[in-house]
Structure formats: structure tokens, C-alpha cells
């Protein structure tokens, strides 16, 4: 898999990446940064799309869904 785009929040707290699979399909995965006391600060999985057709497929949902993109906030 082929990481395409990432894109990350004004906050610098959130990142989306797109993908490029082998298969040829794109997704996309939106990770937060987390804390632990043991293990510090460390980016932690927040959602894992499905599979997409094409890359513009996957940006429109990622647009959709996601309102820190959105809103520019």
C-alpha cells in the first residue's frame, strides 16, 4: 500500500491518509495523537474507511465526513 495524501488539522492533533492499495483500490484512515504516561504521546487509529473505486471517491467521502476539513477549524 502507497500512502497518496495526508493531510493534517490546524490543531496538528488529527491526520487523515489516503492510500493507494496493491489491488488498486484507495482508503483512507483518520489517526489522533493520544497520550499514555508509559508510552508518552503516539498517533492512535481513529477510523479505517472502506475500499473506493477511485481517489476521488475516497477524497469526496473524506470531505463528507470529516468536519475539521470542512470547516477549515
Given at each position: 500500500?502507497?500512502?497518496?495524501?495526508?493531510?493534517?488539522?490546524?490543531?496538528?492533533?488529527?491526520?487523515?491518509?489516503v492510500y493507494k492499495r496493491?489491488?488498486?483500490f484507495f482508503e483512507y484512515e483518520e489517526i489522533f495523537e493520544a497520550f499514555d504516561q508509559i508510552a508518552?504521546?503516539?498517533?492512535?487509529?481513529?477510523y479505517q474507511s472502506g475500499m473506493f473505486e477511485t481517489e476521488g471517491a475516497a477524497m469526496a467521502e473524506i470531505t463528507a465526513t470529516?468536519?475539521?476539513l470542512r470547516s477549515g477549524a
Open positions: 500500500m502507497d500512502l497518496i495524501h495526508e493531510k493534517t488539522s490546524p490543531n496538528g492533533k488529527r491526520k487523515v491518509r496493491t489491488d488498486g508518552g504521546t503516539y498517533w492512535s487509529s481513529g470529516t468536519p475539521w
